[in-house]
């Protein structure tokens, strides 16, 4: 059973747009929440994450926003541009997990010039 | 220190074949992970060291496979008998103390089992 989830295979955005990439969990003792980039033939790169006591982490051009009574969250990305394009991860853990991440399948995002 | 290194990136075996991977962590880290990513799935929780201690092991990781950190530094994952459903990308994080924002992931081996 999948505990992580994000349901968009696939995004396509014009670049200056904004990116939405959106991820459900069901595990309710998750307590911590990162989103991955990846680039083909490379590992996961951490970009953003979120601890459950908040509801929303900001890093520049990248925002996160945790809805804990939906057990959601999404990455907004303003303004998209073309070095964006890449396979985003989304991940959880809980605070006995010793740092093990339960992950979605990415959503693969596409930013056109 | 230049992140989480791993050998080889590609590896091509035959089947019934035994492959050996290594990764190199970021030296401050005394946590280091394996897991292992298939086609359109995210990375999947293999096993995990602190230090030279294999402390936790997910169901996922058969008795084909071991992993040791012998010496608390680099660690090696063998898989004996390789089938082809063992083609995947093997990566390889470190961290410190399981610290989550510092958690930094290697390049990967793409293992192929023909």
């Known amino acids: 059973d999948q505990q992580v989830k994000q349901n968009s295979p696939s995004l396509s955005v014009q670049e200056g747009r904004i990116s939405i990439l959106n991820c459900d969990y069901t595990n309710s003792m998750f307590d911590y929440f990162l989103w991955y980039k990846k680039y083909p033939a490379e590992g996961p790169t951490f970009l953003i994450s979120i601890s459950s006591i908040k509801d929303k982490n900001e890093d520049g051009r990248f925002t996160v926003f945790l809805n804990k009574s939906a057990k959601h969250l999404s990455l907004h990305i303003v303004p998209s541009q073309p070095g964006d394009s890449a396979v985003y991860f989304c991940?959880?853990?809980?605070?006995?997990?010793?740092?093990?991440?339960?992950f979605g399948k990415g959503t693969k995002l596409s930013v056109k010039p | 220190d230049t992140g989480v290194s791993q050998d080889p990136r590609h590896k091509i075996t035959k089947r019934g074949q035994n492959v050996t991977f290594r990764c190199d962590p970021i030296?401050?880290?005394?946590?280091l992970y394996w897991y292992r990513q298939t086609l359109g799935q995210g990375p999947e929780f293999l096993t995990y060291?602190?230090?030279?201690?294999?402390?936790?092991k997910s169901r996922l990781l058969s008795d084909r496979f071991s992993a040791e950190r012998p010496k608390g530094s680099f660690s090696t994952l063998e898989i004996q008998r390789t089938e082809q459903g063992d083609s995947a990308m093997y990566l390889c994080a470190s961290s410190f103390l399981g610290e989550l924002n510092g958690y930094t992931f290697g390049s990967g081996t793409r293992l192929t089992v023909v």
């Open positions: 030296s401050e880290h005394n946590r």
């Open positions: 060291f602190q230090n030279e201690a294999q402390l936790e």
């Open positions: 991940a959880s853990a809980y605070g006995g997990s010793q740092g093990n991440l339960i």
